[in-house]
């Protein structure tokens, strides 16, 4: 079974910096179709924030363009978010996602969640 474990989370002022890491534990993992980052805030439906593909492509939200980087180490299954300019709207509760294939389907496999908390 597959378990993934975020750090990084934390209060941080507007303007600064905050990395966000994600390892996968418990399990030799063989192959990953994508590793991620999401976000959710109460009343509202956890959204797609970053994203990486196995070929190493990226996707972004168009709010964090500019600002967020992710990035990823293969031989650690580790995935990490990068994120400068912090704006108290970027406040929320980051998950981490690992698809990862299993015969014929791809798996979600979702972090714990961390919290962000960008004020002054």
């Known amino acids: 079974q597959v378990q993934l474990v975020e750090s990084g989370g934390g209060l941080v002022q507007p303007g600064g910096s905050l990395r966000l890491s994600c390892a996968a534990s418990s399990e030799r993992i063989f192959s990953i179709n994508a590793m991620g980052w999401y976000r959710q805030v109460p009343g509202k439906q956890r959204e797609l924030v970053a994203r990486?593909?196995?070929?190493?492509?990226?996707v972004y939200a168009d709010s964090v363009k500019g600002r967020f980087t992710i990035s990823r180490d293969n031989a650690k299954n580790t995935v990490y978010l990068q994120m400068n300019s912090l704006k108290p709207e970027d406040t929320a509760v980051y998950y981490c996602?690992?698809?990862?294939?299993?015969?014929?389907?791809?798996?979600?496999?979702w972090g714990q969640g961390t919290q962000v908390t960008v004020s002054s």
């Open positions: 990486i593909i196995r070929g190493g492509s990226t």
């Open positions: 996602n690992y698809k990862i294939p299993r015969g014929a389907f791809t798996q979600d496999y």
